[in-house]
């Protein structure tokens, strides 16, 4: 009698390449869909050097080469315009980055809390946040803080005030730190999910060791939590500054008027405004295709900055 016999090797690598492909095909449409909503709009750079005028379509339009860009650079009063932009993007998202350590210690003071009932509603309140669309986020604000607002009519019914004060219309720098702590009080609770998460993954007996050697509470935290949250943070913190150009457009478009504009006016919606306030599109094409790059550039950047700090570790 012949037995054939099947060599171990080409059976493990069968294995692989049928559990490779099944693992593609899962995959495949998330990556679809990526290719479809972010990769397949690129096509609308070619905007960008064109003087595109709506109704008219691209073939009727002029191409003008480097034309907008140039424009960007040459005229003063769009240089100071876009400078005053960079700076309201720049500070925000400073301040979002100066604020990141507040979902790692709520995370943290979170996870000490040995009541369970009470620690899932303090998780379930503070999550709640991120899904609320910064719609009905602007329609509690005005509902709390406008002239007719609940705020001014309690302090004018308690005789603190005399006139309603003008909450939402507040000018100057305050913008900066006013969006800055709504985007916090947004976002915080689902952001310290990701530390409660790194958190569990932290070995018990680590803790179990420490408290042995009497190590109180805090000491725990500081010489065990941390220092297993800090590579979990590392990475989220490097990434948010390579985003660091992208604010979002919605809660700014939303909080934005006429007193605020100025300070308000983040890179997102500039764009907004130059296209469907200016109708300047091949501008804001090319405005829009500046941030890109850029944001690509910084990414690479922060990538190289993570594995040169990490021992060669990359976030990408």
């Known amino acids: 009698m012949n037995l054939k016999h099947k060599k171990p090797g080409i059976t493990n690598n069968k294995r692989?390449?049928?559990?490779?492909?099944?693992?593609?095909?899962?995959?495949?449409?998330?990556?679809?869909?990526?290719l479809a909503f972010t990769y397949f709009p690129l096509h609308g750079w070619i905007y960008a050097?064109?003087?595109?005028?709506?109704?008219?379509?691209?073939?009727?339009?002029?191409?003008?080469?480097?034309?907008?860009f140039r424009v960007l650079l040459n005229n003063p009063i769009r240089v100071q315009q876009i400078l005053q932009v960079l700076r309201n993007t720049f500070a925000i998202s400073g301040i979002g980055i100066a604020l990141s350590?507040?979902?790692?210690?709520?995370?943290?003071?979170?996870?000490?809390?040995?009541?369970?009932?009470?620690?899932k509603s303090i998780q379930v309140l503070t999550t709640l946040?991120?899904?609320?669309?910064?719609?009905?986020v602007f329609a509690m604000a005005f509902v709390m803080f406008s002239s007719d607002g609940m705020l001014n009519n309690l302090l004018m019914s308690l005789g603190v005030i005399d006139g309603p004060i003008m909450f939402l219309h507040t000018s100057g720098r305050r913008v900066w730190g006013?969006?800055?702590?709504?985007?916090l009080w947004k976002t915080f609770g689902f952001s310290a999910i990701i530390?409660?998460?790194?958190?569990?993954?932290?070995?018990?007996e680590l803790y179990e060791a420490a408290r042995v050697d009497g190590a109180g509470r805090f000491r725990l935290i500081w010489h065990i939590s941390v220092p297993g949250i800090l590579p979990t943070y590392t990475v989220l913190l490097l990434l948010a500054v390579a985003n660091f150009l992208n604010n979002g457009f919605e809660q700014f478009f939303l909080f934005s008027n006429a007193f605020n504009i100025?300070?308000?006016?983040?890179?997102?919606?500039?764009?907004?405004?130059l296209s469907f306030g200016g109708r300047a599109f091949s501008l804001a094409t090319a405005v829009s295709m500046l941030r890109s790059l850029i944001s690509v550039a910084m990414l690479f950047t922060i990538n190289a900055l993570s594995k040169w700090l990490r021992g060669g570790e990359s976030i990408i």
């Open 16 to 34: 692989k390449k049928r559990q490779g492909l099944f693992l593609f095909l899962m995959a495949f449409p998330f990556l679809a869909l990526s």
């Open 49 to 68: 050097f064109y003087d595109f005028r709506p109704g008219f379509s691209l073939a009727q339009s002029e191409f003008v080469g480097f034309h907008w």
């Open 101 to 119: 350590w507040f979902p790692v210690a709520f995370a943290i003071l979170l996870s000490e809390v040995r009541f369970s009932g009470m620690k």
């Open 129 to 136: 946040p991120h899904y609320i669309s910064w719609v009905l």
């Open 178 to 183: 006013i969006m800055g702590a709504w985007s």
């Open 195 to 204: 530390y409660l998460a790194a958190i569990a993954g932290i070995d018990q």
């Open 262 to 273: 100025r300070h308000i006016e983040v890179l997102d919606l500039f764009v907004y405004n």
